[in-house]
């Protein structure tokens, strides 16, 4: 994150805030203050303002002369997944596709090479990586990635996949950049993707696009299985077709929440 701002209205306090925040990853969830400095680059005498400061607030606290954060913090993700609105029009619709294959589903969105994980209905199955809301993963060994990636211009795409992953993962598929773009080129052309145990063993899935009423790739939507029990006949011939089923009922009532006014009732009379 850069703490150098381009104008005089840029808040370095907040960028600093924001980075040691950012700081703590899936593989260091419990931080001291030297390891917070080292992370970020900051002093630690700014490092310990910071984390006193997310203290008081509520989304840090100590526990055995290190720092964690506090479920708090997910307030912050939860105001963008809330402004979107993506789970209260996608929840009903992703339960009932639950129903019907009896697998996990999900949504995600891109931020730079990864996915997160933004709304997700599951069902208890034992696989290979813990998935929930915020979860990030490198989104081209991921079907919602792939469709998320293919849908970007080539120079966005460029960009994109030359950020460094921030999910602390390796995936299995490690393709070159030939072999990555004849993926997604295949995958913008039949408008859904596969993975087969791309990410970890034993995880195979199939996603697609939901779109906004402007018809823009705003987020994907995934099956999740496990490959032990379910074949790449099934996820294809079987949940596909239920899969983009409800991705055009979700992107259609996307659409049309999107399309209502909204009403400032601050200046209402």
Known sequence: M?????GPEFIEALARGLEVIAAFEPARPEMS??????????????VRRILLTLQELGYARPTDGRFVLTPRVLDLG?????SMGLWEVARPHMQELVAKVDESVSIAQLDGSDIVYVARVAIPKIVALRVELGTRFPALATSLGKVLLAALPAEELDRTLA?????????????????RDAVLRE???????????????????????????EGRVIAAL?????AAETSMETITEEYLPLLLHTAGAISAYFARVSALPRVDGSAAG
């Open 78 to 82: 939860m105001a963008y997944v809330s």
């Open 222 to 226: 995934n099956v999740n299985s496990h």
């Open 163 to 179: 950020e460094p992953t921030r999910s602390g993962l390796v995936p299995r598929w490690q393709p070159g950049a030939e072999e």
């Open 33 to 46: 203050l030297t390891d917070v400095a080292s992370a970020t680059g900051l002093s630690r005498p700014t």
């Open 2 to 6: 850069a703490r150098e701002g381009t």
């Open 187 to 213: 995958v913008r052309a039949r408008g859904w993707a596969v993975t087969d145990q791309d990410l970890a063993l034993g995880i195979r899935s199939v996603a697609v696009p939901l779109r906004d009423g």
